[in-house]
């Protein structure tokens, strides 16, 4: 039984992770796949999906068996990397659509206008390639909380990003991707159970988690594990079935 009083979390300021026996079932279904996909040498996996679909704890309870197997982890969090703070990322959210629509914020959504998909790129190389320390993103909810942290990652062998935007086709470093698929519904209940944002079940919000779940669909494909929300592994073309989209 993995002691989760001793995992590493992820580097998000001020984030904090509730971990239930479901993320543990589900974490302990999906290491025995990651591990056989594991290759030599540093290796980046990414979690990714839905906004509060749970990708926090279980990059955490992930990289809490790989050290269990004698496997250095770090947990990465995307949320650091946005251009702008949540608040005012989610002004300029709004800003977007009421001058373009839908189409314009789904355009800006999960787009380099958003996010510095460049640095974490260049993070996730820079780790790849050996280098002994890396400079990490730090961001929290107000405008004085960004900094940068120099990351000693000489003895890391699986930096783990978790993020709604780990399998986007923005990055080109990530090496197993897994996607923790759930619905808008599902995820919304999640979001308002952590209660971490103010209008998180407001029709806006309700939106930009539709629009987030078609692109995560659309990135799905490049999946190396898929889990369901009731913690199945299944195949691309599973998937498709259950999302009622073609392969």
């Not at 974490?27 to 996996?45: D, F, H, N, Q, W």
């Not at 990055?171 to 159970?193: G, M, Y």
Request: hydrophobic fraction near 35%; include cysteine; aromatic fraction near 6%.
């Amino acid at each position: 039984m993995i002691d989760i009083t001793k995992i590493p979390h992820g580097d998000m300021p001020g984030d904090k992770i509730q971990i239930e026996q479901s993320h543990i079932d589900k974490a302990e279904r999906i290491y025995p796949m990651l591990r056989s996909l594991l290759p030599e040498g540093k290796t980046v996996v990414c979690v990714c999906g839905g906004s509060g679909v749970g990708k926090s704890e279980i990059a955490s309870l992930l990289a809490g068996l790989l050290q269990e197997d004698g496997i250095k982890a770090y947990v990465m969090s995307g949320d650091n990397y946005p251009h702008r703070i949540p608040t005012e990322n989610d002004a300029e959210r709004e800003h977007v659509y009421a001058a373009g629509g839908r189409e314009a914020l789904n355009a800006y959504l999960g787009s380099p206008k958003e996010i510095d998909f460049t640095l974490v790129d260049s993070i996730l190389s820079g780790f790849k390639a050996g280098k002994d320390r890396v400079r990490m993103k730090r961001m929290g909810r107000r405008p004085d909380e960004l900094w940068y942290d120099e990351v000693d990652v000489s003895d890391t062998q699986v930096l783990i990003l978790e993020w709604t935007h780990g399998n986007s086709d923005f990055l080109a470093q990530v090496d197993i991707p897994i996607l923790l698929n759930s619905t808008p519904e599902e995820t919304l209940a999640h979001r308002r159970a952590r209660a971490r944002d103010k209008g998180v079940d407001s029709p806006f919000t309700t939106m930009v988690l539709e629009l987030e779940q078609a692109k995560l669909v659309h990135q799905a494909h490049k999946a190396k594990i898929i889990v369901t929300k009731s913690g199945d592994l299944i195949s691309y073309a599973e998937f498709c079935e259950q999302m009622g989209v073609q392969a």
